[in-house]
């Protein structure tokens, strides 16, 4: 009889410590998913920023629903930016809302490509000038 009582006493903790331990590790997903989410974010209006705004700024994006959104970055606001395609039609887009970004500036690849021509015309005229190359100068 004391080795039943005993039993019982052990089936009845495992029981409560399985129910007390499954919201506390939901509890804990849930905020993990709330802390991906907010850093996500963060990179997305990161992101935004740096693209900057005009019709050089081309974004291509996937939304939480999974639809796509492509074009140029018209606005940039706190919460939110607004997207112009191609046709002219805009779209406001929340920074949560936003999965993937994919995003160029064509000025930014002209700062690029000036900074290489500069770099290459430096060596040609080291090269020019004879301060690099043959040594037996």
Request: aromatic share 6%.
């Amino acid at each position: 009889m004391n080795t039943n009582r005993l039993l019982s006493i052990f089936v009845a903790a495992l029981l409560f410590a399985g129910a007390v331990a499954k919201p506390a590790q939901a509890a804990g997903n849930a905020e993990r998913a709330a802390a991906k989410r907010a850093e996500l974010t963060a990179k997305v209006k990161a992101s935004i920023a740096q693209l900057g705004t005009g019709p050089d700024a081309r974004i291509d994006l996937r939304r939480r629903d999974g639809s796509r959104v492509k074009g140029s970055i018209a606005e940039v606001q706190e919460t939110a930016f607004v997207v112009r395609d191609a046709s002219n039609a805009v779209t406001q887009v929340s920074y949560d809302d936003v999965t993937k970004v994919k995003g160029s500036n064509l000025a930014t690849g002209w700062k690029i490509a000036i900074g290489a021509g500069a770099v290459f015309a430096i060596l040609l005229l080291l090269v020019w000038t004879g301060a690099i190359g043959d040594a037996e100068r």
